[in-house]
């Protein structure tokens, strides 16, 4: 079942992760206003039962070979019949999604892409808004393990150098006009940063949104295995030098 021009197409990508987007599209399912679509790639084949039996408008892209996060999401782009697009990371978990409140700072035209505010599981607040990494900030956050949270949230969006990809809602002409994410320079990692940087650069604001939540229950591939940690080296040393 797909909508006729939903308001928010969300763009969700497994990597074997039905399990993780069944609990996802069980939330989206119990949410009062289904004026979205949702669109699931399957970079990896996978058990499509997992996703059947919910009431929610979903669109299924099956890749014949596997792609990055950037390619992935900007594929799903050209499929998307929204007004916004969404990315939306599997294990995001969303207990309720008030679309008018998540969507009204696009009411200032210079507002380009809006992100809410997320906790862990355990239901302390995530560092998911950053100022843009420099070589220093990274050696303070890498290797002196200094982590102080870059912004202080408080009741009214504020506008932040960029926000983590589990869950960003574009404005979509400028999501568009920007060509997407550069799937040409990062496979995997920073994408939300350059796509962030990109939008400052384009005269476009980037806000959290703390009026709204998620909970993301995080998975940090990165930290646990040898491959995902290169391709984050790799992309942040593509992103600082540019390279």
Known sequence: MINSNPKISFSVVSHGQANLIRDLLSDLAELPCHDFEVIVTLNLPEDESLYLGFDVPLKIIRNESPKGFG?????????????????????????????????????????????????????????????????????KRVVLRHREPDYTPGNAPLSVDWVAGMFVVFRKDVFRNLGGFDDRR??????????????????FNVLLNPK??????????????????????????RYLTGF
């Not at 969303?94 to 906790?119: R, W």
């Open 212 to 237: 709204v939540s998620v909970v993301h229950l995080a998975q940090r591939a990165s930290h646990r295995n040898l491959k995902y940690m290169r391709w984050h080296v790799v992309s942040a040393f």
């Open 186 to 203: 990062f496979f995997m990692y920073m994408e939300d940063v350059d796509i962030c940087r990109r939008i400052n650069k384009a005269g």
């Open 71 to 139: 390619g992935n999401h900007n594929a799903a782009f050209l499929a998307s019949e929204g007004l916004f697009f969404s990315v939306v990371n599997p294990d995001i978990r969303i207990q309720s999604l008030d679309f008018l409140e998540l969507l009204l700072p696009f009411s200032a035209k210079n507002v380009a892409a809006v992100a809410p505010l997320v906790y862990s599981a355990s239901g302390t607040t995530e560092d998911s808004a950053r100022r843009f990494p420099t070589f220093f900030r990274l050696f």
